[in-house]
């Protein structure tokens, strides 16, 4: 019970955080309100009665219920020839320079903190996993380079094997007080090779039985009467079936998703048209869960961290030397960052630190910091590890935010072409309504039509829906020939909008291809709607 509740209130949080975010703070990200949301929370839950509103934090359950389906559905963004093209600079960032950045933070650790060199390690692993879903609250607004967009995706989907693995080498190390370094290779080899093998080979078992059971007697193909609920939970399902799988055996569940991510990518691409509703419905889903989970993932971040900061017991002694440690961490992290990419990359000075600022740190380093407790480490360095690590996450979020401002031109944005495009959407809003009143129908069809084609721009105020829903509550239903009517009626209407819309884009002035592009899908779905309500 308490677990329903507390993924209810996250994801009650998650749709109070997007609504804000887009009614009063459209120029902040939505994972800053978000982390806000969840901070708010906190303080709340502080209250007696309130107290346990939400549940403690479980970092497997993170990773595996929110992460997961997260870097699924990024690597299902990613075409598969392209971390083929790029799989040597996949290897170098998620290898070498995880080695650099854990090498150059532990030691730095040590020396700057004075704390024992398995300890600084623990620290330093856990530091090095960076996050796919974060870079976007740092670059809002601003045009990042293609290149250093295309790294820092590639690098944050495969990195976190190699932190994890560097984490239990350090771990282990803590515990026994030696290194086993064959045993760490060989460690580092079974869990990111087997998760990419498994991800693969289970993830192409499940397109060849998805795609099987669409062309099958099952008729799934090209009927919008059959939506595929059996095809869209298999969907739902595949990221938890194949994390905790991989866990199971001991290999990368975070590859293992990611990898299956990317051959599923391919599948949409080639098999849309074999059921499009199956095809729209999916990807509507995965945007709705993309933006709660993504929001749910800050809130949880913004929770844990002010809960951290609240927490009594998580202290070091008394002493501040968790900031100077976090502070380190991250410096450290992003000079080896800039270095590697500087000098073996060779890249230029502008691009090395947009790549090193853009390393943000989030749900994986959190979640990381956390399993520290389930191992043998002391409670004071648990507690120095995740104080540490809060800072860090804190830092990487805020210093890039804030230099990105004058190293990243703004995003362009056409005015001109977005104010056409509002003159063009009215009037073609004009067109259809000019359309229909020349047409010999009833008075009655021609006033609700109309209502809802200006409710296309948003036209139509509170009392005119309140009329229109009264109406329609007391109105008989239709009968099949007035259905049929009505449906024609609609689609020469969103035809002569169609009309005008590619009247204008071929005029000399006329719109964008983005501008035309978007407003034909406008009508398209508007159209799609009215005929499956039809239906």
């Known amino acids: ?89 996949i290897l170098s960032l998620t290898v070498g320079m995880v080695v650099l950045c854990a090498v150059v933070a532990g030691i730095g650790t040590q020396l700057f903190a004075g704390v024992g060199l398995p300890l600084a390690f623990i620290l330093a692993a856990i530091s090095t996993p960076t996050d796919a879903t974060a870079t976007e609250s740092v670059t809002m607004g601003r045009e990042l380079p293609r290149p250093q967009q295309t790294s820092l995706k590639l690098e944050s989907l495969f990195n976190d094997a190699s932190g994890i693995i560097l984490l239990n080498m350090a771990t282990l190390w803590y515990i026994n ?41 099952l008729n799934f193909i090209n009927n919008t009467y059959n939506n595929g609920t059996p095809l869209k939970i298999i969907f739902l399902m595949t990221p938890f079936v194949l994390y905790f799988g991989a866990e199971a055996l001991g290999v990368s569940g975070i590859i293992a998703v990611v990898s299956a991510g990317l051959v599923h990518n391919a599948e949409g691409e080639r098999s849309s048209l074999a059921n499009p509703q199956l095809a729209s419905d999916l990807h509507q889903l995965i945007g709705l869960l993309n933006d709660i989970l993504n929001s749910v993932v800050f809130i949880v971040l913004g929770i844990m961290l002010l809960r951290t900061l609240l927490d009594r017991s998580v202290t070091y002694n008394g002493s501040l030397i968790w900031v100077g440690i976090g502070v380190a961490l991250y410096v450290a992290n992003l000079l080896a960052r800039y270095d590697y990419v500087r000098l073996v990359q060779r890249v230029g000075n502008r691009e090395a630190w947009i790549f090193a600022l853009g390393g943000i740190h989030g749900a994986v380093t959190f979640a990381l910091a956390f399993t520290v407790a389930e ?63 020349q047409m010999p129908i009833s008075q009655e ?89 039809g239906a």
């Open 1 to 89: 019970m308490t677990l329903l509740i507390s993924t209810s209130i996250l994801v009650v949080a998650a749709m109070v955080s997007i609504v804000i975010n887009r009614r009063w703070l459209p120029r902040l990200s939505v994972n800053y309100v978000s982390m806000l949301v969840g901070a708010v929370i906190a303080v709340i839950a502080v209250i007696p009665l309130l107290n346990g509103l939400v549940e403690r934090f479980n970092s497997e359950i993170f990773i595996g219920l929110i992460v997961a389906p997260l870097l699924y559905f990024e690597g299902q963004n990613t075409r598969l020839n392209l971390v083929g093209r790029h799989a040597r600079e």
């Open 375 to 437: 191992t043998q480490v002391r409670t004071a360095d648990f507690n120095l590890v995740l104080m540490s690590e809060s800072l860090l996450i804190i830092l990487s979020l805020i210093v890039p935010t804030v230099i990105f401002r004058w190293l990243l031109p703004k995003v362009r944005i056409d005015m001109d072409d977005a104010a056409r495009m509002a003159v063009i959407r009215e009037q073609m809003i004009e067109a259809g309504i000019h359309e229909l009143w």
């Open 177 to 217: 007080g030696y290194i086993n370094y064959y045993q760490t290779l060989w460690d580092f080899i079974y869990s990111a090779g087997g998760g990419l093998l498994f991800g693969g080979i289970v993830s192409s078992l499940i397109v060849y039985i998805r795609q099987s059971m669409l062309r099958s007697k």
């Open 445 to 533: 069809f021609k006033e609700a039509i109309t209502f809802d084609l200006r409710s296309q721009n948003g036209h139509t105020t509170l009392r005119q829906f309140l009329s229109e829903w009264r109406r329609m509550v007391q109105h008989p239903d239709y009968t099949a020939d007035q259905m049929r009517e009505l449906m024609a009626i609609y689609r020469h209407v969103f035809q002569a909008e169609r009309n005008y819309v590619e009247q204008q884009y071929n005029a000399t002035a006329g719109l964008s291809e983005d501008s035309f592009n978007q407003l034909y899908r406008e009508i398209t779905m508007a159209e799609m709607v009215v005929l499956e309500y």
